[in-house]
């Protein structure tokens, strides 16, 4: 089955330092996206990061990167500075050319004043 | 078994037609969504339901009709379709509606309005 992992269900961060989400994926294609997504309370969906499989450059927005090891099937996701509006669940997910998308199971972020 | 499941799976379709995209889940959840990925892969919450009523519903044209025959279930009705209707629509469902509560998604409907 193709999978898309997120093995920290929860993880705390102290303002303003960095923090790392893990996620891992499974799959037979060699053509894909990969998303980051943001999810507050309202259930919104708020596209943080993208990344085409075929770029090999790490894909950079503002306080957000993203370490993308296509070999390993690996795409984390840095946040720097961290700060307290980033508090939210937070999806990895990946996208077929077909699609056809797979979401982790989520991971919550905590930003500790 | 697939959690939830949609169809069609695509949908390709005149402007100006009206059409359904349906959506089931079989996790005994009380709540579902409508969410839609534009070309950009923004993905935008369109609606929610809890145990068959209307709880989320964001700015959508009024073409828009969901409609929850039971918990099981959340169709997606759309009236008059328009180009800007093309995208990717997911179906999403938890158990409850708090942010705790994990959320199982689709595997997409490709509407393209020609």
């Known amino acids: 089955a193709q999978t898309v992992t997120q093995s920290q269900p929860e993880m705390s961060v102290q303002e303003a330092e960095t923090v790392t989400l893990s996620c891992t994926y499974d799959?037979?294609?060699?053509?894909?996206?990969l998303f980051w997504y943001k999810q507050p309370p309202s259930r919104q969906m708020i596209l943080v990061i993208r990344?085409?499989?075929?770029?090999?450059q790490n894909a950079t927005e503002n306080r957000f990167s993203v370490n993308f090891q296509k070999a390993a099937k690996s795409f984390s996701l840095k946040i720097s500075d961290s700060q307290l509006g980033d508090a939210a669940m937070y999806f990895c997910a990946r996208m077929n050319r077909d699609d056809k998308i797979i979401f982790g199971k989520g991971t919550r972020l905590h930003i500790l004043p | 078994d697939t959690a939830v499941s949609q169809t069609p799976k695509y949908l390709v379709t005149q402007m100006g037609n009206d059409k359904s995209i349906k959506c089931e889940q079989n996790?005994?959840?009380?709540?579902m969504y409508w969410y839609k990925q534009d070309s950009k892969k923004f993905l935008k919450i369109m609606f929610s339901?809890?145990?068959?009523?209307?709880?989320i519903n964001e700015t959508v044209p009024n073409r828009f009709s969901p409609k929850s025959p039971d918990k099981a279930h959340l169709n997606l009705h759309i009236n008059s379709l328009e180009l800007g209707d093309s995208a990717v629509y997911f179906c999403?469902?938890?158990?409850?509606?708090?942010?705790?509560?994990?959320?199982?998604f689709g595997p997409g409907t490709r509407l393209t309005v020609l």
């Open positions: 999403a469902s938890s158990q409850g509606t708090s942010i705790d509560n994990e959320q199982f």
């Open positions: 990344q085409e499989a075929y770029k090999q």
């Open positions: 996790l005994g959840h009380d709540t």
């Open positions: 799959t037979s294609e060699s053509d894909y996206y």
């Open positions: 339901y809890n145990n068959k009523e209307l709880i």
